[in-house]
């Protein structure tokens, strides 16, 4: 059969068949495939680890063999158009059951139904070796780094096999592996931590173990695909802390996939976040076992520009970004204000994750949407939906800039503020494009689809959410649509607006305006129990929770969208719709009204 017939045997609806996967995703890798296919229409292995490389994936020979191999299900040494795409469509879109199962035999080598020391230590030394190319830690190159890595594959090999598999036989079954598959490479993970940590070399392998052990109660947190718990949202009383666990950025958002447009995009950023902020960890740990030791305490950044606003570093990716972290220590008190060790946020957003992914069956990094508003900002989710980045504009990093030392007393002194947690500001220059993001905290992850969102301004002009996209119950609704009362109880209620107006004080101060109030809604079919109504909870990744007076309700909100600043465009604007409107009920107004309008209109929602 020739190449051209291949490709007419595979219509649309065919392939929609085997794989639901259609529309743009669908034609993105179709596109995919035919550009890395040979001239016989196929994939070879020698094309399929360029790919690899090319995408990041550099260094891990035996990954990109056992990925060929899992795809290539007619063992024909070359991939077709529709194992290639059921392939993809089992990684990104496939249930847990059938993942684990995929992720079992790219352990299994020689597919005899258990996994044995040399082919766990082969997968481990060959994720390794691609972490390695990317010089993750602060060592100087990737040689140095990697032989810290491919050291600890032996002591890791023997935890986990200690910890799993039968005494008496030196394998791991197919049924042993379902059940500890987190577990496993949850420890993977965890081993490029220990591994990349200042004292690592004064390690040994028992050493190792130990480690290992003690930090087995952080396994899970690096990994993120697990099964989702059915219990109701609501906040308990004996904590400030929401029981959420494990949903991620659904609905509007399209996976960023291995061959994705955005993916070496999504992958700099995930690399520059993990290099900076693993490094300034490194560094103050190294400062403090040195002063412990009584060594002069100075960090070691190999490769980087530092100053007091901002750190620089070249990524060992391809083309060799550029990528700058603002404000660094600002953002790791603000990290340590939010409870978020630096450490376990580099690791959620870093590279670990995304390889932990594609270890557990899964090929996917992030989830992407492109903004509702004006701005057309893109938003990536994280894939366990605790962090999102979001691509700003140039002016709004400027105010940020401006504001982020100030932020960090903000948040000290106010811990109940709805200002959305911010956990890194960062910029990224890679083909002479310049992107700055922030990453924020996803105020609104819950266990469950919440019921509605309101994205609420305190303007009345063209602020309604027209009825083709109510359809989508990611969409937020805005002020017109907006026909109920917050009703959370007197003292609920005194506190809530004592912080928004000290909230719009502060943002007033930097001269910005046209934030928002998103609040999420959840209905319940029973009530709360009544000595969890109308308490104010901080949310564990921002903002506050809250449930009803009744029970019936728990909302979830936040100040989002703080850093457009009230600059000449915005002013031309306000005169030219000023013209046509009322001035006073148009959204773009100068930050002291537009302050004070906001306040007074939550307090008009709220009772």
């Not at 952080?218 to 099964?227: L, S």
Request: hydrophobic share 35%.
């Amino acid at each position: 059969m020739s190449a051209t017939n291949k490709k007419q045997d595979l219509t649309k609806d065919s392939i929609q068949g085997f794989t639901e996967i259609g529309g743009e995703e669908l034609e993105e890798m179709r596109r995919m495939f035919e550009g890395l296919a040979d001239e016989d229409g196929e994939l070879s292995r020698t094309s399929f680890a360029k790919a690899m490389g090319d995408i990041g994936v550099a260094g891990g020979k035996g990954i990109s063999n056992a990925l060929f191999d899992a795809f290539d299900s007619d063992s024909s040494g070359t991939l077709s158009l529709q194992e290639f795409l059921s392939g993809i469509a089992l990684l990104t879109k496939g249930d847990m059951r059938d993942k684990l199962k995929f992720s079992f035999h790219l352990f299994d080598r020689d597919n005899s139904g258990s996994i044995s020391r040399d082919e766990m230590a082969m997968i481990i030394r060959s994720m390794y070796s691609i972490l390695a190319s990317l010089n993750l830690g602060e060592q100087e190159g990737a040689q140095v780094v990697g032989s810290f890595l491919t050291a600890f594959v032996d002591p890791i090999v023997d935890y986990l096999f200690d910890q799993i598999a039968d005494i008496d036989k030196d394998e791991i079954t197919f049924e042993q592996y379902i059940d500890s598959a987190e577990e496993i490479v949850g420890a993977i993970i965890n081993g490029v931590s220990i591994a990349t940590s200042p004292n690592a070399s004064d390690m040994s392998a028992e050493d190792l173990k130990t480690a290992m052990g003690e930090s087995k109660t952080q396994i899970r947190t690096y990994v993120a695909p697990r099964t989702l718990t059915k219990q109701k949202s609501y906040v308990n009383k004996d904590t400030t802390r929401l029981r959420s666990h494990g949903q991620r950025a659904k609905g509007r958002g399209k996976t960023v996939f291995i061959g994705h447009r955005n993916w070496n995009l999504t992958l700099a950023m995930m690399l520059g976040i993990r290099v900076t902020v693993g490094r300034l960890v490194s560094a103050a740990e190294n400062r403090k076992r040195n002063s412990f030791i009584g060594v002069h305490p100075q960090a070691s950044l190999v490769g980087s520009a530092m100053r007091e606003d901002e750190y620089k570093v070249r990524l060992q990716t391809q083309g060799k970004p550029e990528f700058k972290d603002y404000h660094p220590h600002d953002y790791v008190a603000l990290r340590e204000i939010f409870g978020c060790k630096s450490r376990e946020y580099m690791l959620s957003l870093g590279p670990e994750q995304l390889l932990g992914n594609l270890l557990m069956g899964n090929l996917s990094s992030m989830s992407e949407l492109i903004s509702e508003g004006k701005s057309g900002s893109f938003f990536y989710f994280s894939y366990d939906g605790n962090y999102m980045m979001k691509t700003i504009k140039k002016k709004e990093s400027l105010s940020l800039r401006r504001m982020t030392p100030s932020l960090v007393e903000h948040f000290r002194r106010h811990p109940f503020t709805l200002i959305n947690n911010f956990y890194g500001h960062y910029r990224l220059t890679v083909g002479g494009r310049k992107y700055h993001f922030v990453v924020m905290g996803n105020i609104m992850k819950t266990e469950k689809p919440l019921a509605r969102k309101y994205d609420l301004k305190g303007s009345t002009i063209g602020r309604t959410t027209p009825e083709r996209k109510r359809v989508d119950p990611g969409v937020a609704l805005k002020d017109l649509d907006f026909q109920e009362k917050i009703s959370i109880g007197k003292e609920a209620r005194r506190q809530i607006m004592d912080q928004v107006d000290a909230d719009a004080k502060f943002l007033e101060k930097f001269g910005t305006m046209d934030f928002s109030l998103l609040v999420g809604v959840d209905d319940h079919d029973t009530p709360v129990p009544e000595e969890s109504r109308g308490i104010v909870h901080k949310g564990p990744l921002g903002g506050i929770i809250v449930s009803s007076k009744d029970g019936m309700k728990t909302y979830y909100m936040g100040i989002i969208d703080i850093l457009v600043p009230y600059d000449f465009t915005k002013m031309g604007e306000h005169m030219l719709k000023g013209f046509r409107y009322n001035r006073r009920r148009i959204s773009c107004v100068p930050p002291s009204y537009y302050a004070q309008r906001f306040t007074d209109y939550i307090d008009s929602i709220v009772e």
